[in-house]
């Protein structure tokens, strides 16, 4: 079976930053592409950036320039540098994984049990 774990969420102030991590384990063949979403409390949930296996990146509008996705292809994980934070990006932060399990031909969406980033004025 395939997890996936976060981890790096606190409480930041205004300004600062903070750098999540999200492992993937378990039977895995390959890893497509790997992102982070957010949610915050009464609001949807939104992509907050994406890097395919080759490395091409997207981000959402309002994390460009600040927020920074890479990856560590021998360790199957994902990284989110988060610079110049505030309280806007207040929100549980989920890890999302396109994962090929070991044995099978087609690759399935996996998703981590998220974690808290809060930021104070």
């Known amino acids: 079976q395939v997890q996936l774990v976060e981890s790096g969420g606190g409480l930041v102030q205004a300004g600062g930053s903070l750098r999540l991590s999200c492992a993937a384990s378990g039977s895995i063949f390959s890893i497509n592409a790997m992102g982070w979403y957010r949610q915050a409390p009464g609001k949807q949930r939104e992509l907050v950036a994406t890097?395919?296996?080759?490395?091409?990146?997207k981000y959402a509008d309002r994390v460009k320039g600040r927020f920074t996705i890479s990856r560590d292809n021998a360790k199957n994980t994902v990284f989110l540098q988060m610079n110049s934070l505030n309280p806007e990006d207040t929100a549980v932060y989920y890890c999302n994984a396109d994962v090929r399990p070991t044995g099978w031909g087609t690759s399935y969406n996996y998703w981590g049990q998220g974690t808290q980033v809060t930021v104070s004025s």
């Open positions: 890097i395919t296996s080759g490395g091409s990146t």
